[in-house]
């Protein structure tokens, strides 16, 4: 048990009612960003003794679902950040792309397609380029960078 009890939030629920919950942590997610692990107290029916007895309901909302009360420290809430994949060391030091090259069809013209080389998209037998030889292509009419890899991310402010 804790040596100190969790602090107080209120929570805004979907049709307006507000209730107060208690702040466990904060997690980060990939999609969602920062969400509150909050616990709600509940009833909820023990079949076995035909009552109804308190429980915790926990459940992660959003920061505009759970507020904070004027007063009440949250300093000492635990923070979870987002767990990064470890890589290895090749995968991690490795700047390669490699190009797709699409034909045109219809009189259109192709398209040449820039992927970080382990793109599942990216031709497997495909040369590996360096930085300097990828903005060269990106250069190029009709050349785009992956957005499913990251390669856009990647070279978009370097393009």
Do not use: N
Request: glycine fraction near 10%.
């Amino acid at each position: 048990m804790p040596s100190t009890p969790s602090p107080q939030v209120r929570v805004i629920l979907s049709d307006g009612q507000v209730l107060r919950g208690w702040l466990h942590g904060w997690g980060q997610f990939p999609r969602a960003g920062w969400m509150a692990w909050v616990s709600l107290p509940m009833w909820a029916d023990d079949p076995g003794t035909e009552t109804v007895q308190p429980r915790e309901y926990r459940v992660w909302l959003t920061p505009g679902q759970a507020h904070p009360i004027d007063g009440v420290r949250y300093d000492q809430v635990p923070r979870y950040p987002l767990r990064r994949e470890e890589q290895t060391t090749q995968a991690a030091d490795r700047w390669a792309w490699k190009i797709q090259h699409t034909p045109g069809l219809a009189g259109r013209p192709g398209v040449s397609v820039v992927h970080i080389w382990d793109c599942e998209e990216a031709p497997r037998e495909g040369e590996e380029l360096d930085l300097f030889a990828e903005l060269e292509v990106l250069r190029c009419p009709g050349a785009v960078a992956c957005g499913e890899c990251g390669a856009d991310v990647a070279l978009g402010p370097l393009a």
